[in-house]
């Protein structure tokens, strides 16, 4: 029998169209990851804010009128600001009620661990099927303080409601740290020589203040879907 080589060419192109329809699989499969009956809000934020930080405390405090709205909080099930989504959904909880706190987790070897205030938690090897996974459950988006992988996600889901491959949802960032980004856009990708993105583009997230505006904004979402 012939040795089969990998850098042979016709191997090559059979995996290449093997992968190929992997992820047209993938795409298909987002479609069967369970919608909640009742509103749902995805909370972004650092795993590193400390717990007796007014940061962690606001979303404490966001998250449990949430809860009292009746909405699932989901979050990426981890500590720092997602513990706190969890956790205000948790406390907030009426009794009987249907709502969740929801995880949706990614396998690290550092600081990605669950927090213990979830009903239900879904663990993924990538930060791709996570970030479908969130995008296919969420109805509203709301970012706090984060870094790198929370500026990843709000730019995702930015992205995907400015080409419209997800529809009638809402992206919150809330505090001081994001207009400064919306500000690099403006003038990094509308200025007078290139013009890279449209200007209704920027105003497809709200910039809010504090939780409480957040809070504005998801009721009358909430009322206009009917959930």
């Known amino acids: 029998m012939d040795k089969i080589s990998?850098?042979?060419?016709?191997?090559?192109?059979?995996?290449?169209?093997?992968?190929?329809?992997?992820?047209?699989?993938t795409d298909d499969l987002v479609d069967f990851y369970p919608p909640y009956e009742n509103y749902s809000v995805t909370v972004f934020g650092s795993a590193?804010?400390?717990?007796?930080?007014?940061?962690?405390?606001?979303?404490?405090?966001?998250?449990?009128s949430l809860a009292r709205l009746e909405c699932n909080v989901i979050s990426g099930g981890g500590p720092g600001i997602m513990e706190a989504a969890n956790r205000g959904a948790m406390a907030g909880k009426l009794t009987d009620s249907p709502v969740?706190?929801?995880?949706?987790?990614?396998?690290?070897?550092?600081?990605?661990?669950?927090?213990?205030?979830?009903?239900e938690c879904f663990p993924h090897k990538t930060f791709?099927?996570?970030?479908?996974?969130?995008?296919?459950?969420?109805?509203?988006?709301?970012?706090?303080?984060?870094?790198?992988?929370?500026?990843?996600?709000?730019?995702?889901v930015l992205q995907l409601m400015q080409v419209?491959?997800?529809?009638?949802r809402k992206l919150i960032l809330v505090g001081?740290?994001?207009?400064?980004l919306i500000k690099w856009f403006e003038s990094?990708?509308?200025n007078e020589d290139m013009q890279l993105i449209h200007s209704g583009d920027l105003l497809i997230p709200y910039l809010v203040p504090h939780y409480q505006d957040a809070l504005e904004i998801i009721k009358q979402h909430k009322t206009q879907l009917d959930l």
Request: charged letters at 25%.
């Open 6 to 25: 990998i850098h042979d060419k016709a191997l090559q192109q059979r995996v290449v169209h093997s992968l190929e329809k992997v992820w047209d699989l």
């Open 164 to 168: 419209k491959q997800i529809s009638n």
């Open 176 to 180: 001081a740290m994001w207009p400064g």
């Open 128 to 156: 791709f099927t996570r970030l479908q996974h969130f995008t296919a459950i969420t109805d509203c988006f709301v970012a706090f303080y984060g870094g790198i992988g929370t500026v990843l996600e709000i730019l995702t």
């Open 100 to 119: 969740k706190s929801v995880g949706i987790n990614i396998e690290l070897p550092f600081e990605q661990k669950n927090n213990p205030y979830l009903d």
């Open 188 to 190: 990094e990708m509308l």
């Open 48 to 64: 590193r804010i400390r717990e007796d930080s007014t940061e962690y405390q606001e979303v404490v405090e966001f998250t449990k």
